[in-house]
């Protein structure tokens, strides 16, 4: 059921006193007539007082909030509060968004996605009630880039930051930097040019995990001496369906110093290659990362990757085999190509019939059982199936005749190879 509406919308403590109201947790009451909503083994939440008692972990998503309400109310019921979940509201003023956190004062993380932030500008002391944020959702909120800058200049401890589907094309440049971003998600953007890539390294010189997926990048185009210089902290990068179509680029993340684990699938480059060659080839030009896709890269593994880049590229010629080739070509030397070896089961064998003092050479279907052998035996000893018993007589192996008594079993599963005997002996009455 949709959330009632008036021509000023709903208000935060509206929606978290209707929420948590003893009318909606009727076996839950504290004293009087408050309820307790107490997350284990977290600790005891705000002070009951006449009505509420919140979690520390407060959802209050898709409420149709536009207003913050009375801040001695939230100040009252949300000191403890600790996660804010306020997405796919109708927040659309930063004034109303800051009455609300301003009045929260252990508040960490906050999600505003999916609000109507678009050419919403902020004043910088809105910006400062979030200032003890550290986790920061605006994903589908088409904030603008300015209002992202001055939101990292004004919280001087985010870490983490989420920028999803707010199609952005370009990012503005900025004298001012975010020393303690640790994480930045910005997938499902237009991304596609380097240039507004490495601004990111300028403005978050501790980032160690870059999320862009989807933004359809087409190269990196820095050379090794500024990858190093603008992302030295950077351990993880995710590129899903990026528009790479050159081995040059995927060399180039070997040149971020700490990276050690890539995220790249859907990209032209790959498109022609199995599975199997994707991952081996992408592995051999990443030497010194340890996951890739998510999966751990073992030592095993890594070496059967770059002796496969080794011989995947003894046909290329001289010009155009990639660096990485010489390298590993001095790690293993040059190696030949695997020889090809068929695994499908014999589908026949030449084989002896000794018969009393008679041998004969014979052909033999090695799907078919034990029965029907005999009856193929029945022309060549003139013996019924009844009245014989057979042997199997392995030329390479010291043990001695070995009956084949059981009618329904298969011959190949003796293993029989070409020039091995098989013994027919009548049954005595």
């Given at each position: 059921?949709?959330?009632?509406?008036d021509?000023?919308?709903?208000?935060?403590?509206?929606?978290?006193?209707?929420?948590?109201?003893?009318?909606?947790?009727?076996?839950?009451?504290?004293?009087?007539?408050?309820?307790?909503?107490?997350?284990?083994?977290?600790?005891?939440?705000?002070?009951?007082?006449?009505?509420?008692?919140?979690?520390?972990?407060?959802?209050?998503?898709?409420?149709?909030?536009?207003?913050?309400?009375?801040?001695?109310?939230?100040?009252?019921?949300?000191?403890?509060?600790?996660?804010?979940?306020?997405?796919?509201?109708?927040?659309?003023?930063?004034?109303?968004?800051?009455?609300?956190?301003?009045?929260?004062?252990?508040?960490?993380?906050?999600?505003?996605?999916s609000?109507?932030?678009a050419?919403?500008?902020?004043?910088?002391?809105?910006?400062?009630?979030?200032?003890?944020?550290?986790?920061?959702?605006?994903?589908?909120?088409?904030?603008?880039?300015?209002?992202?800058?001055?939101?990292?200049?004004?919280?001087?401890?985010?870490?983490?930051?989420?920028?999803?589907?707010?199609?952005?094309?370009?990012?503005?440049?900025?004298?001012?930097?975010?020393?303690?971003?640790?994480?930045?998600?910005?997938?499902?953007?237009?991304?596609?040019?380097?240039?507004?890539?490495?601004?990111?390294?300028?403005?978050?010189?501790?980032?160690?995990?870059l999320?862009?997926?989807?933004?359809n990048?087409?190269?990196?185009?820095?050379?090794?001496?500024?990858?190093?210089?603008?992302?030295?902290?950077?351990?993880?990068?995710?590129?899903?369906?990026?528009?790479?179509?050159r081995?040059?680029?995927?060399?180039?993340?070997?040149?971020?110093?700490?990276?050690?684990?890539?995220?790249?699938?859907?990209?032209?480059?790959?498109?022609?290659?199995?599975?199997?060659?994707?991952r081996?080839?992408?592995?051999?030009?990443?030497?010194?990362?340890?996951?890739?896709?998510?999966?751990?890269?073992?030592d095993?593994?890594?070496?059967?990757?770059?002796?496969?880049?080794?011989?995947?590229?003894?046909?290329?010629?001289?010009?155009?085999?990639?660096?990485?080739?010489?390298?590993?070509?001095?790690?293993?030397?040059?190696?030949?190509?695997?020889?090809?070896?068929?695994?499908?089961?014999?589908?026949?064998?030449?084989?002896?019939?000794?018969?009393?003092?008679?041998?004969?050479?014979?052909?033999?279907?090695?799907?078919?059982?034990?029965?029907?052998?005999?009856?193929?035996?029945?022309?060549?000893?003139?013996?019924?199936?009844?009245?014989?018993?057979?042997?199997?007589i392995?030329?390479?192996?010291?043990?001695?005749?070995?009956?084949?008594?059981?009618?329904?079993?298969?011959?190949?599963?003796?293993?029989?190879?070409?020039?091995?005997?098989?013994?027919?002996?009548?049954?005595?009455?």
């Amino acid at each position: 059921m949709e959330p009632p509406e008036d021509k000023y919308g709903r208000t935060f403590v509206e929606v978290m006193s209707e929420k948590y109201s003893p009318e909606n947790f009727p076996l839950r009451r504290g004293p009087g007539m408050a309820v307790v909503v107490v997350p284990t083994p977290a600790p005891q939440g705000s002070p009951v007082k006449d009505r509420l008692n919140l979690p520390i972990v407060l959802v209050l998503n898709s409420c149709g909030i536009s207003r913050a309400g009375d801040r001695a109310e939230i100040a009252a019921f949300c000191a403890h509060v600790i996660e804010l979940d306020l997405s796919h509201n109708n927040l659309q003023d930063w004034h109303e968004i800051n009455k609300i956190v301003s009045n929260i004062p252990n508040l960490e993380f906050l999600n505003l996605s999916s609000n109507p932030l678009a050419e919403m500008t902020i004043q910088p002391r809105c910006a400062e009630g979030l200032s003890r944020v550290r986790r920061l959702v605006l994903n589908n909120t088409r904030v603008s880039w300015d209002t992202v800058m001055l939101l990292t200049t004004e919280i001087p401890e985010l870490e983490q930051l989420f920028l999803c589907l707010n199609e952005y094309s370009g990012v503005s440049a900025s004298s001012m930097v975010c020393p303690t971003l640790r994480l930045l998600h910005i997938t499902d953007n237009s991304l596609q040019d380097w240039a507004e890539v490495r601004k990111f390294g300028t403005m978050f010189p501790s980032l160690e995990t870059l999320v862009m997926a989807n933004n359809n990048l087409v190269s990196i185009d820095d050379n090794k001496d500024i990858l190093q210089r603008l992302f030295p902290n950077l351990r993880s990068i995710n590129l899903h369906n990026s528009g790479f179509n050159r081995w040059e680029d995927i060399e180039k993340l070997n040149f971020f110093p700490k990276l050690e684990e890539v995220r790249l699938q859907g990209i032209p480059l790959l498109q022609t290659y199995t599975n199997t060659e994707r991952r081996s080839l992408m592995i051999a030009q990443l030497p010194s990362i340890s996951q890739l896709n998510g999966s751990v890269v073992t030592d095993c593994e890594r070496e059967d990757a770059e002796r496969f880049f080794i011989r995947y590229h003894l046909d290329y010629p001289e010009e155009e085999l990639p660096y990485r080739y010489h390298s590993l070509v001095t790690k293993y030397g040059k190696l030949e190509p695997l020889a090809e070896i068929d695994l499908r089961p014999r589908f026949r064998a030449q084989v002896e019939v000794h018969c009393e003092e008679k041998v004969e050479q014979l052909s033999i279907r090695l799907d078919q059982t034990v029965a029907e052998l005999k009856k193929q035996l029945t022309t060549v000893v003139q013996l019924s199936t009844n009245s014989m018993r057979i042997y199997y007589i392995d030329k390479c192996s010291a043990f001695g005749p070995e009956e084949m008594k059981y009618n329904t079993r298969a011959l190949h599963s003796y293993s029989i190879q070409d020039g091995d005997e098989i013994l027919v002996v009548p049954k005595t009455k």
